[in-house]
């Protein structure tokens, strides 16, 4: 009787082994190993999902900056009672203005301007790589920019004060809106970023470059050009270098821009996008501007968007 009690006492008090209870840590870690990948790559994932839908959100915004000022450029309000002509001077086919502005309405540099602030006639081309930077020029008025009191205003919202004089009449002005967009690593930011400098303002705020939109890593623009200034459709997409070699009869320099310039009727644009974060755990490639691969190589994404514009009021979208 004794026996049986000491047996079943013992049964009671038996516990797990050591290799059973090896056995079950070691599942535990294996299982928990697993749910911590899994947790990491849906993270990871999470995120850059995140930062692929930032990339097209900034990119939606800087594309509806630009596209404001180049579907604007080159705008100005036919004056009534004024009739254009024209004459050969110089080898150069010369109209009598019927606005206020004239001239070349877009001027460009493959790789930025090397002083944004000279004016639109003085800008030269940067050497080297970099972005891409352009120029772009309409009358301004209360209706085509967002204006301060009764002002129109610039691409970074100052006022734009200065009186520019008529091409019809000297003795009348109007406000030339000037905005200089480009691309450069951000002073404050350290990160690469689209900035806008514009006529408005006073004293240093004229043509100081301003940040538009985070994370642009690259600007391109090819530019489509017609047989002549007075032409509109576009015989073929050059380079700004390529424009500014263009053929010209004449050695006037204001003459020279306007002539050339003057025959661009629409623009394609690129913007590459970087991610806010290193995400990628190696190299990564996306497609670059020009339609090739191209490596990632410091663990940003990249994605590079296009859009195409015509300048309206050179593609007689807009015939006064």
């Given at each position: 009787m004794k026996r049986?009690r000491l047996?079943?006492?013992?049964?009671?008090?038996s516990g797990?082994?050591?290799l059973?209870l090896?056995?079950?840590?070691?599942?535990?870690?294996?299982i928990?190993?697993a749910?911590g990948?899994?947790?990491?790559?849906?993270t990871?994932?999470?995120r850059?999902?995140?930062?692929v839908s930032?990339?097209?959100?900034d990119?939606?915004?800087a594309?509806?900056?630009l596209?404001?000022?180049l579907r604007?450029a080159?705008?100005s309000?036919?004056?009534?009672?004024v009739l254009?002509?024209?004459a050969?001077?110089d080898?150069v086919?010369q109209?009598?203005?019927?606005r206020?502005f004239?001239?070349?309405?877009?001027?460009?540099c493959?790789?930025?301007?090397?002083d944004?602030k000279?004016g639109?006639?003085d800008l030269t081309c940067?050497a080297?790589?970099g972005?891409?930077?352009?120029?772009?020029?309409?009358?301004?008025?209360r209706?085509n920019t967002?204006p301060?009191?009764t002002?129109?205003?610039?691409c970074?919202?100052?006022?734009?004060?200065?009186?520019?004089?008529?091409?019809?009449?000297?003795?009348?002005?109007?406000?030339?809106i000037?905005?200089?967009?480009?691309?450069q690593?951000?002073t404050?930011s350290?990160?690469?970023?689209l900035?806008?400098?514009?006529?408005g303002?006073?004293?240093?705020?004229?043509?100081?470059?301003e940040?538009l939109?985070?994370?642009?890593?690259?600007?391109q623009?090819?530019y489509g050009?017609?047989?002549d200034?007075?032409?509109r459709?576009v015989?073929q997409?050059?380079s700004?270098?390529?424009?500014d070699?263009?053929?010209?009869s004449?050695a006037?320099?204001?003459q020279?821009v306007?002539?050339?310039?003057?025959?661009?009727?629409n623009i394609?644009?690129c913007?590459?996008m970087?991610s806010?974060?290193?995400?990628?755990?190696?190299?990564g490639?996306y497609i670059d501007c020009?339609g090739n691969?191209?490596?990632s190589a410091?663990?940003y994404a990249?994605r590079a968007?296009n859009?195409?514009?015509?300048?309206r009021?050179?593609?007689g979208?807009?015939?006064?």
């Amino acid at each position: 009787m004794k026996r049986v009690r000491l047996a079943a006492a013992r049964r009671l008090q038996s516990g797990r082994t050591l290799l059973e209870l090896m056995i079950a840590l070691t599942i535990g870690l294996v299982i928990l190993a697993a749910l911590g990948v899994v947790y990491l790559s849906t993270t990871r994932t999470n995120r850059q999902s995140g930062d692929v839908s930032r990339m097209s959100e900034d990119a939606a915004i800087a594309f509806n900056l630009l596209g404001i000022n180049l579907r604007m450029a080159g705008f100005s309000q036919p004056r009534a009672l004024v009739l254009p002509g024209g004459a050969i001077i110089d080898g150069v086919k010369q109209v009598a203005a019927d606005r206020h502005f004239v001239g070349a309405a877009v001027r460009g540099c493959d790789h930025g301007f090397a002083d944004v602030k000279k004016g639109f006639y003085d800008l030269t081309c940067s050497a080297g790589t970099g972005p891409a930077a352009i120029a772009l020029r309409f009358e301004g008025d209360r209706f085509n920019t967002v204006p301060i009191g009764t002002t129109p205003s610039d691409c970074v919202n100052n006022a734009v004060t200065t009186a520019t004089p008529s091409a019809i009449d000297a003795t009348l002005t109007y406000a030339l809106i000037d905005s200089r967009f480009v691309g450069q690593i951000g002073t404050t930011s350290n990160t690469p970023e689209l900035l806008c400098a514009g006529s408005g303002g006073t004293g240093t705020a004229i043509f100081n470059a301003e940040p538009l939109t985070q994370f642009v890593d690259n600007v391109q623009f090819s530019y489509g050009v017609a047989a002549d200034r007075e032409s509109r459709d576009v015989i073929q997409y050059m380079s700004a270098s390529q424009v500014d070699a263009l053929p010209t009869s004449t050695a006037n320099p204001v003459q020279v821009v306007d002539g050339r310039w003057s025959r661009v009727v629409n623009i394609k644009a690129c913007i590459v996008m970087r991610s806010e974060n290193r995400n990628q755990a190696d190299t990564g490639t996306y497609i670059d501007c020009d339609g090739n691969p191209a490596a990632s190589a410091d663990g940003y994404a990249r994605r590079a968007f296009n859009s195409v514009y015509a300048l309206r009021n050179r593609s007689g979208f807009l015939t006064p």
